[in-house]
């Protein structure tokens, strides 16, 4: 499963990791050894005892990398800089077993910003996965939503799954589908 590009690590301290493709949360104990295969979007995917485990950003340390700080904004930004931020923090959200953002592979329908009756920024997405029945579905919709409550003055985040319409490779975009081989 690990190639000559893999990286070995060892975990210097337990960390709780999600088992790829099921979604299952578990413990790593420190001094466990493994193989990163993948360090996109700050999460990684790690090769142990036969299986892949994703690790959080703000886990990194427990494999000896540096821990993913949260975005920022000017204090003078606009809304359309919030809403690129969105979009920016979305494309940090990579399939774990594809190395490529749910943007580009088209998983995302619609992000839109609004602002609720208390005048706090509410975000709603909508979103699919490559495969309905998809283990990690949850644990990409958590983080999507974990990303985007990362952006400033966003108060509250709302991600719904959806198979309407089922996606399809036509849904890729074009850098999505040059990096998969599938142009």
């Known amino acids: 499963m690990f ?3 893999s ?7 337990d960390c709780e990791v999600v088992m790829i493709p ?5 413990t790593i104990p420190a ?3 493994g193989y990163i ?3 996109l979007g700050g999460s990684f995917t790690v090769f142990v ?3 892949l485990f994703r690790i959080a950003g703000v886990d990194a340390d427990a494999i000896g990398k540096q821990r993913v700080m949260p975005p920022s904004l000017p204090d003078d930004a606009t809304e359309e800089d919030v809403e690129r931020l969105l979009w920016d923090q979305m494309k940090t959200v990579y399939d774990p077993e594809i190395p490529v953002n749910i943007v580009d592979l088209g998983l995302v329908y619609r992000c839109e910003m609004r602002v609720d009756d208390k005048g706090d920024r509410v975000v709603d997405v909508e979103m699919t996965l490559t495969a309905p029945g998809c283990g990690m579905g949850d644990i990409l919709v958590d983080d999507v939503k974990a990303k985007l409550e990362l952006v400033p003055t966003i108060s509250q985040v709302n ?3 959806t198979f309407d319409p089922p996606w399809n490779h036509s849904m890729m975009s ?6 998969t081989g599938m142009f």
Do not use: I, K, W, Y
């Not at 990286?7 to 301290?13: K, N």
């Not at 099921?22 to 578990?26: A, K, M």
């Open 3 to 5: 190639s000559h590009t």
């Open 7 to 13: 990286q070995p690590c060892t975990f210097e301290r």
């Open 22 to 26: 099921l979604g299952d949360v578990v």
């Open 31 to 33: 001094g466990t050894v």
């Open 37 to 39: 295969t993948q360090s």
């Open 49 to 51: 005892d036969g299986n």
């Open 159 to 161: 991600v719904e799954l």
């Open 174 to 179: 074009e850098v999505a589908r040059l990096e």
